[in-house]
């Protein structure tokens, strides 16, 4: 038999979880994270293709820098970064001839591709669909590189045709506040006619 007080702090846990959330909405304009109050706005994103909600004081990354930061090999097409460019958002537009168009198959692909660099990473999956019904296949996952590990989110859309490839990276210590902006990032997308 519950007691009353039981009751009271299930609703108690439920009102502050409530106020947590809206207290993180993006589409309001701020969300708190990690302790500080960031501002987030619509941009138009690689050469207008699509928008996002972002913080706004991420800024394109400089084509030097985004070689020398991945690669000439494994150079996205955009990346969007804070100051420090230790929290950024990248995009790579890839043909559907080359990976196909049938989501549920490129989701497996794209999961053993992630398992094949580290087989003993949990990752999280799910489809994600925007308010235009364009679903978003999402991973997210730990990645050690070098001594310090990251939160890692992997995304996938279709835009006219092609796979929008993206991924997402923080400092793992920030994973508790990154996890849900960056779902609301995502479901925030809005392709632009």
């Not at 939160?151 to 997402?168: A, M, Q």
Request: net charge negative.
């Amino acid at each position: 038999m519950k007691s009353y007080a039981e009751d009271m702090v299930k609703i108690i846990n439920q009102e502050k979880k409530k106020k947590e959330q809206q207290k993180n909405d993006i589409n309001r304009g701020y969300a708190e994270i990690f302790y500080n109050t960031v501002k987030f706005e619509r941009k138009k994103l690689c050469h207008g293709e699509f928008s996002m909600m972002l913080p706004v004081f991420f800024d394109m990354m400089k084509k030097p820098t985004v070689i020398l930061k991945y690669g000439v090999e494994y150079c996205p097409d955009f990346v969007y970064t804070n100051e420090e460019m230790d929290i950024n958002i990248t995009f790579s537009f890839l043909s559907c001839e080359q990976i196909g168009t049938d989501i549920l198959k490129v989701q497996q692909e794209l999961e053993q591709d992630i398992k094949e660099i580290s087989n003993n990473i949990t990752i999280e999956k799910e489809i994600l669909n925007t308010k235009q019904e364009l679903p978003i296949i999402q991973f997210v996952f730990p990645l050690q590189i070098q001594n310090d590990t990251i939160l890692e989110v992997i995304f996938l859309f279709l835009i006219n045709c092609n796979w929008v490839l993206g991924t997402f990276h923080c400092p793992f210590t920030q994973k508790r506040d990154w996890i849900n902006i960056v779902k609301q990032m995502l479901l925030s997308i809005q392709l632009e006619n």
